[in-house]
């Protein structure tokens, strides 16, 4: 059963400490991304990479981190220096070269107190 | 200037009718072109690419018009299962641009 997975579904923390979201995909996509999505606002790009070891900055990457040892798994680091990290957290994969439908995960909710 | 623009409505139809929604991008260098929908509080799901001649499934209808940069989205037949929000996207230099949505709910 093929598809992209995210854990956990909610997620509550305390201010200052830092939380990794989980993204693991079976699809054998190369390109996978992170956004978020806050009330009445469009999806912004947080991370994404096109390739294993390989990942670039997307519009609001200040105070997120992510890693990319393996082609299935991209997760992302919400650390204590992102100023409002309560939001909705979506990973997505695509294919990518000339293939660039992208597929979500069910998504995270992070809830920071 | 937004990447990708939509009207975020909301658009209440009856059961039915039919209904359009536009899109219009900014990067004339975009690439692939997209609808998704997303339903309150879950993830996009994707509903059907946009291709230069235009491309059907069922009720739904896709259009992209290169020259004026905007996508359209034609709903056929309304169906109450409809009711969700609409997205946008844009592809360009291997980004994606979303816009923030269009909120489409059928009343029975």
């Known amino acids: 059963d093929g598809g992209i997975t995210q854990s956990p579904k909610y997620l509550f923390r305390k201010e200052g400490q830092n939380v990794t979201l989980s993204c693991e995909q079976n699809?054998?996509?190369?390109?996978m991304y992170w956004y978020r999505q806050d009330p009445g606002q469009g999806l912004r790009l947080i991370y994404y990479?096109?390739?294993?070891?390989?990942?670039q900055k997307g519009d609001i990457a200040e105070g997120y981190s992510v890693s990319r040892e393996k082609k299935e798994s991209f997760p992302l680091t919400v650390t204590s220096a992102q100023k409002n990290p309560t939001a909705f957290y979506l990973c997505?994969?695509?294919?990518?070269?000339?293939?660039?439908?992208?597929?979500f995960g069910p998504g995270t909710r992070l809830t920071v107190t | 200037r937004k990447e990708v623009e939509q009207d975020p409505g909301p658009f209440n139809v009856p059961e039915g009718a039919t209904v359009a929604f536009n899109c219009t991008y900014s990067?004339?260098?975009?690439?692939?072109f997209f609808w998704y929908r997303q339903d309150c509080r879950k993830e996009p799901k994707l509903l059907m690419s946009?291709?230069?001649s235009g491309n059907e499934d069922g009720r739904f209808t896709a259009q992209l018009n290169r020259a004026s940069q905007y996508i359209s989205l034609l709903i056929r037949d309304s169906k109450l299962s409809d009711s969700a929000t609409y997205l946008c996207?844009?592809?360009?230099?291997?980004?994606?641009?979303f816009g923030t949505g269009t909120s489409l709910t059928v009343i029975p």
């Open positions: 997505a994969s695509s294919p990518g070269q000339d293939s660039y439908e992208q597929y």
């Open positions: 699809l054998n996509h190369d390109a």
């Open positions: 990479s096109q390739i294993v070891n390989d990942f």
């Open positions: 990067n004339s260098a975009s690439q692939s």
């Open positions: 946009v291709y230069s």
């Open positions: 996207v844009v592809n360009a230099r291997n980004q994606f641009y």
